[in-house]
């Protein structure tokens, strides 16, 4: 969050969704009436997100919205998101065979930044503006339009991004030819806006029957800032998240992964 705070100007709203039933039994309290908002426990998990947003951001002024979180919601945060009318969602997410981030994705309406907890401190890290961007298309209309939100990160100050491309047939190699022609198909999607002075392009292509693997290993050779990705793209529009590239990614990734739903497709940066 700090990165992207430095990278470009936002107002940054913050939502803490609790259970009621541990945080009342975490405190001491009677238990909670289904619900129902209590108004102490808003109060304690108030003073205590305030000093942890201080050292994590250095900052005491933000909007910080407090609510009980039931099981009967489908995506509290994704709900969150629209009612404040977003045009981002951060969301932590862990590294394993669960994570609440990958419901919030599927019900989100607006773009999810994935932050893997192991880059999550309790204190204040430098800030360092975004610098370079991986994103990966599988040459859908869907697909392509991440490649738009990659550069409009990179849009004031500059950097290199990445386009990637997993040719998910049986071979596992490419030959020159192919490799060749799949690299000129991704310099061709470019948006033509793009200040080729201020950000490089460099394209990586790579045939692998696992692509979303594929791709978690690509994030780790070429350690970029953020990667992007579309939340579904040639599977279907209507196919959902689960079992989906993406979703391997965003469990496995060590970098934060933005992900583009269709509501919030952009075509030009």
Request: net charge negative; charged share 20%; aromatic share 2%.
């Amino acid at each position: 969050m700090r990165e992207l705070a430095a990278a470009v100007p936002c107002d940054i709203h913050l939502v803490h969704l609790y259970s009621p039933v541990r945080e009342h039994e975490r405190l001491g309290l009677d238990p909670p009436v289904a619900f129902e908002v209590d108004p102490e426990v808003v109060e304690i998990l108030s003073r205590e997100l305030r000093g942890h947003v201080q050292r994590a951001l250095g900052r005491t002024d933000l909007p910080l919205r407090i609510r009980p979180s039931w099981r009967s919601e489908d995506d509290p945060l994704a709900w969150e998101a629209e009612s404040e009318d977003a045009d981002l969602l951060v969301v932590g997410t862990r590294q394993g065979r669960t994570s609440h981030a990958l419901a919030t994705v599927r019900g989100a309406r607006v773009p999810v930044a994935c932050v893997p907890r192991p880059l999550v401190a309790e204190q204040p890290l430098p800030l360092s503006p975004i610098r370079s961007v991986l994103v990966t298309t599988d040459f859908s209309p869907l697909g392509n339009a991440a490649v738009a939100q990659a550069y409009r990160l990179l849009a004031r100050g500059g950097g290199d991004v990445t386009l990637a491309y997993v040719d998910a047939g049986n071979a596992l190699t490419l030959d020159p030819d192919r490799s060749n022609e799949l690299e000129t198909t991704l310099l061709g999607i470019v948006p033509p806006s793009v200040n080729a002075h201020a950000i490089h392009t460099r394209t990586f292509v790579t045939a692998d029957p696992s692509p979303g693997e594929a791709i978690v290993k690509a994030i780790r050779r070429l350690a970029p800032d953020v990667v992007v990705m579309a939340s579904h793209g040639r599977s279907g529009i209507g196919r959902a998240l689960h079992g989906s590239v993406t979703e391997h990614v965003v469990r496995h990734s060590p970098k934060p992964v933005l992900v583009v739903p269709v509501a919030s497709v952009v075509q030009d940066p």
